[in-house]
């Protein structure tokens, strides 16, 4: 027999080639697709940029963060900082249109989003690469 089986590990692992963790995985799908959904924004910041200038801006920050997650995809540990600043600011973007949903300042359909940044910042809180160790 040529190829042997291995009981323990893969086939790979003899060879360098390391195999990421479900959690490494996970967080990679994520980073697509929002990545994809940030980059979505594009459409409505050219539909929104004569009628609302403010909302267009904010979009273009969004798609910007959107192609910076799909290039982070190859190696995430290398952006644990891009990462935590999408958790954190996401999260801080729903407190704040949250608020403004409740105090009717938005429209309450608002909320939607609220709860799809909620998740995305917890998402990728609880993904996050850990820290490298301390050389």
């Not at 089986?5 to 697509?32: F, M, T, W, Y």
């Not at 539909?47 to 969004?62: H, I, N």
Request: net charge positive; no cysteine.
């Amino acid at each position: 027999m040529s190829a042997m089986v291995q009981p323990h590990g893969n086939a790979n692992s003899d060879k360098g080639i390391e195999r990421p963790s479900a959690r490494g995985q996970a967080l990679k799908v994520l980073l697509v697709v929002v990545g994809f959904i940030f980059l979505a924004a594009a459409y409505p910041l050219v539909t929104f940029m004569r009628q609302a200038p403010g909302l267009s801006m904010m979009f273009s920050l969004y798609v910007t963060l959107g192609i910076f997650l799909l290039l982070a995809v190859r190696n995430p540990p290398a952006n644990r900082t891009l990462i935590a600043f999408t958790a954190w600011s996401s999260l801080v973007h729903a407190a704040v249109m949250g608020v403004q949903a409740f105090a009717n300042m938005v429209a309450r359909e608002e909320l939607i989003g609220v709860a799809l940044l909620i998740v995305i910042g917890i998402g990728f809180i609880a993904l996050a690469p850990a820290r490298p160790a301390a050389r």
